[in-house]
């Protein structure tokens, strides 16, 4: 039996006016509209946030942690992704600043993700190195990962088994903690401030980790607005910035692929530019290149639909905060990430599994007269991928027919031509009866029909004319 996903994108019902722009959108085909309303379908979704962003009702939100979740843990600590400096601008503004500003928010203590990243770029360098599949592709947008579970599963074996930098940073985190305080893993709450809500999903339902160190996620835009208001108040306090520029820029479209420095790259940003270049990779195109960084926003993580400023303002902003900063990871990381490589500490804990989006019935035999039918409806139906009735293509909407969520009449083009069709049949029927009406009256000796208005019109119009009987 499929686990079902864990869904930080939601709808919200009052708001959709079933527009249907969101269909068209998803890049899984997850989204379906009856009855006037969206609804997410679970086996699809892979919260990419990108209804969130083009959504002009605001009918979809993620669902994430508040900062009341802080109260459950003895210690806690908070963990900025790399996208969260971007959106802050001024010339008293710093990283360390942004990082003193969320210990006051209430944190104990805060680790940087990008110095994560730096870990993570150095032990990918390394697989990439050591393998021989051609093209790689990074897994560090969870988003994209589902998109290739769903999608493309061909390709996972492409996918590069390291784990995210959030993932990590929470670790060193936990047992740094452990080791100074004594405490148990348990009482220590490791928050991602995050960019986007498939990060949340992926902290909540990880994908090849037993377990995730992290536990709750915080959106960027909702922490934004408190460290903004604290840091006018705030010195600089550089010891707490341990990350270069190297991990930082990780928050941004070829940020990446700048750290891990493979011979020949690739970076695509942008769900559907991803998806074009995932197309050609299925077939056969793109095998003379190492690595290829897929990133599902536009500009990288800076352009997540949980941030706060405009990606080529944040991108900006990123580059003037790191304008004094190392841009070359420090060579005692890279000793450390040598060490930690052969215990194979960075690699993911389990094989990731493809998704099936698509299981016609349970019964086999069955299953077959399905696809039957579903091909034969695929056939009936015009086309053209309009989505008027409520599916993003013709494709889908057979499949929703052949799985009783829709039927033939939900396309308008087919309701048509069926409305035309019964208009013809009454007419043709409202031409026979008149006949029948006539015979019979003839049968009892009576004038037939046809004569009587004949006569009728020539009486009342005077003209000789005649009313024709169609």
Request: glycine share 8%; charged share 25%.
């Amino acid at each position: 039996m499929v686990q079902p996903y864990f869904h930080s994108v939601t709808l919200e019902t009052d708001n959709c006016k079933g527009c249907t722009i969101c269909i068209k959108r998803c890049p899984t085909e997850a989204i379906r509209v009856r009855g006037g309303k969206a609804r997410i379908l679970e086996l699809r979704c892979i919260d990419c946030g990108e209804c969130i962003r083009i959504c002009p009702n605001h009918a979809k939100r993620a669902i994430a942690d508040e900062f009341s979740l802080l109260d459950k843990y003895a210690y806690t600590v908070a963990l900025p992704a790399p996208s969260f400096y971007g959106q802050f601008s001024g010339q008293d503004v710093s990283i360390s600043k942004i990082l003193q500003s969320l210990l006051t928010l209430g944190f104990n203590a805060v680790y940087e993700v990008a110095e994560a990243a730096e870990h993570v770029s150095l032990a990918t360098r390394r697989y990439i190195e050591e393998s021989s599949k051609r093209p790689l592709i990074s897994s560090s947008c969870p988003a994209i990962v589902r998109l290739i579970q769903v999608r493309f599963p061909d390709l996972i074996d492409h996918l590069i088994p390291i784990q995210a930098p959030v993932d990590i940073a929470a670790r060193f985190a936990k047992q740094s903690i452990m080791r100074k305080y004594g405490l148990r893993r348990e009482d220590i709450g490791a928050f991602f401030i995050t960019p986007c809500p498939a990060k949340v999903t992926a902290i909540k339902q990880p994908i090849g980790l037993l377990d995730s160190w992290v536990d709750g996620a915080i959106p960027i835009a909702e922490v934004y607005a408190r460290v903004l208001r604290t840091l006018p108040y705030l010195e600089d306090t550089p010891e707490l910035r341990q990350a270069s520029a190297a991990g930082i820029h990780w928050g941004r479209a070829a940020g990446e692929e700048e750290a891990i420095m493979a011979p020949r790259h690739v970076s695509v940003d942008g769900i559907h530019a991803v998806i074009d270049v995932l197309e050609e990779i299925e077939i056969g195109k793109f095998h003379d290149i190492d690595f290829i960084e897929c990133q599902a926003c536009r500009g990288g993580c800076v352009g997540g639909p949980l941030t706060v400023q405009n990606a080529f303002l944040a991108r900006v902003n990123m580059e003037n905060l790191t304008r004094e900063l190392p841009r070359e990871i420090d060579p005692a990381v890279v000793k450390e990430v040598d060490k930690r490589w052969a215990t194979k500490f960075y690699e993911l804990e389990i094989d990731i599994e493809p998704r099936s989006i698509l299981k016609l019935d349970d019964d086999f035999s069955k299953a077959i007269e399905k696809m039957e039918l579903l091909e034969k409806t695929v056939e009936s139906l015009p086309g053209l991928d309009c989505g008027s009735c409520g599916s993003p293509s013709c494709q889908a909407l057979a499949e929703d027919i052949v799985q009783g969520l829709a039927s033939e009449g939900d396309c308008v083009f087919v309701l048509r031509d069926g409305v035309q069709s019964l208009a013809e049949e009454l007419l043709e029927l409202a031409q026979r009866v008149p006949g029948s009406i006539s015979h019979q009256g003839e049968a009892q000796g009576e004038e037939p029909v046809k004569e009587s208005i004949e006569a009728s019109g020539k009486s009342e119009r005077g003209d000789g004319g005649s009313l024709a009987a169609e």
